[in-house]
């Protein structure tokens, strides 16, 4: 009977530990409440694109990251189609400057490392996607249109994903 309860016991806690214990490396977006998010797994390493139409001059841009080794977001190539408002002109240190033959503005060889982005999700023109897995996702299928939102790399207990919306099912 003694052994049955420590059994028991053995096994409740090991479950618990399970449901609670962030295991799971995700791409997150979060509302600036912490209420509402989306998640999808990724790898160290991966690659994820967000595309987007300027808020003042109206073109087409896309940011390329990867998940860096500590889990910080690195933005490894930008293009977009005008250097106006908002848009670099030049190439920091270490990184190219290009215009392709397409007439588009590359920016590449970046490693620019954030622990995450804020970003407000578009109303009316943005148009925000999201690229991940080979798939893409608009940003106003999570979220409402002009909700302040945080994209991270965290990583999540199987209690935590179920309270969210899992990106791709």
Partial sequence: MRYKLVF????????????????????????????????????VGERFQIEY?????????EEWYKVGKNLNIVQT??????TAIGMPATAGE??????????????????????????RVGQVKANHLLHI?????????FFDGGTGIKISIKKLSVWQMWKGVKIHE
């Fill in 94 to 119: 270490g990184e190219t400057f290009t215009l392709t033959e397409d007439g588009q503005y590359e920016l590449s060889n970046m490693s620019r490392e954030f622990p995450s982005i804020n970003m």
């Fill in 8 to 43: 028991s016991v053995v096994i409740l806690t090991l479950l618990f530990i399970l449901m609670f214990l962030p295991f799971r490396l995700v791409f997150i977006m979060e509302d600036s409440q912490g209420k509402q998010f989306a998640y999808s797994p990724i790898h």
């Fill in 53 to 61: 139409t300027h808020s003042i001059h109206l073109s087409q841009v």
């Fill in 133 to 141: 897995n080979d798939a893409t996702y608009p940003f106003t299928s």
């Fill in 77 to 82: 190539k930008l293009t977009f189609e005008d």
